[in-house]
């Protein structure tokens, strides 16, 4: 996906519903930072379709609506190539705390903002899919994140202990492939 493609999917949302808040998450979320990183066929986004959204405030009305618009496999999809997924709010559980203060706003979009890539890092850590612990490693390698930070997010995110296992695992696994080259 390109910061262009982003954009167009969070204008569209907008003019859709009236959600004082948009909250893009997951990998699209970095293009609000690093929007190279969607550089046709150079860049690590280049094969990523979805956006992951999320609204405030959230309603079913709302959240159906978008998904039967801009969802995957709906008209928008098949017509442009890219998609969103619509997320419950409960999806905030996965961020470190303070997240919402350290939002980056969409370009040229009013109510659309990405999580800081070090937030969507931690999330990234807890999913920790094969995917993920690339996607990091690759950001680290670049030194587009800072592992030290992502590790202190990530106490910041309330877990069972199985997770806050699993979560630092996938930050360790990220760190030694980048470390590797």
């Known amino acids: 996906m390109r910061l262009d493609s982003l954009k167009h999917l969070a204008r569209v949302a907008e003019s859709l519903v009236e959600a004082e808040r948009i909250v893009v998450f997951g990998s699209a979320s970095l293009l609000a ?48 190539g890219y998609y969103a997924d619509i997320i419950r709010p409960i999806a905030f559980e996965q961020f470190p705390e303070g997240w919402e203060n350290r939002l980056v706003p969409v370009p040229g979009v009013e109510r659309a903002f990405c999580l800081e890539p070090h937030d969507m890092a931690a999330a990234k850590c807890q999913a920790g899919r094969p995917k993920d612990i690339d996607l990091l490693a690759l950001l680290f390698a670049k030194k587009l994140l800072d592992p030290t930070l992502v590790k202190e997010r990530l106490t910041g995110v309330a877990m069972r202990e199985a997770m806050i296992v699993t979560s630092h695992r996938a930050l360790a696994e990220a760190v030694a492939r980048a470390a590797q080259g």
């Open 33 to 80: 930072t690093f929007p190279e990183l969607g550089d046709d066929h150079n860049g690590p986004l280049s094969n990523t379709f979805d956006a992951d959204f999320v609204l405030e405030p959230w309603s079913e009305e709302s959240g159906q609506l978008l998904h039967e618009t801009l969802g995957e496999e709906e008209a928008f999809h098949i017509r442009y």
